[in-house]
């Protein structure tokens, strides 16, 4: 079966920047002419900068990896974002039948959230914290109870996918 995400198109808007890594382990920008770190790195998917990263003997995309070895290092840093329950649920996903499913859900529910999370800021752009404090307690109920509705119906398409796939109807 194909990875979902290989029929994406690159992403649009500012040019792909290529990262080299080399066999040292360094990273190095073709942009900026520049070895860089991989805090730097993160620094570039926070300002969502569209990147790749590629072996620069075999031309290899190594993307993913490094992307992986930030949230590592994320993770190990400070307070974790995933437990470890969470962590051993995702684990037991690899090489079941729902694999590619499951992370075409979880990137479809990442985005309703950090839609969600935008909507909350942009309406609350010109409050002070008091009022912030004050509009979150009253707003986050209700747009959270939005992003699970919206979680929910994302989960339903997916099974009625299935379902159509392989000719049953529920």
Known sequence: MQDPQALEAPPSGPSLRVIKKYPNRRLY?????????????????????????????????????????IILEEESAGVPLFSEKLLANLIRF???????????????????????????????????????????????????????SQSQHALAQMQEQMLAAFGLKR
């Open 29 to 69: 920008d073709t942009e900026t002419s520049a070895y860089i770190t991989l805090a730097e790195v993160k620094d570039l998917v926070m300002r969502v900068q569209p990147f790749v990263v590629r072996d620069a003997k075999s031309g290899e995309d190594l993307t993913r990896s490094i992307l992986l070895q």
């Open 94 to 148: 690899y090489g079941h039948s729902m694999q590619a499913n499951m992370g075409h859900y979880l990137e479809k529910n990442l985005q309703i959230f950090m839609d969600v999370q935008q909507k909350m800021a942009d309406q609350a752009k010109d409050l002070t914290p008091e009022l912030w404090q004050q509009f979150v307690k009253a707003q986050a109920p209700l747009m959270l109870g939005n992003y699970y």
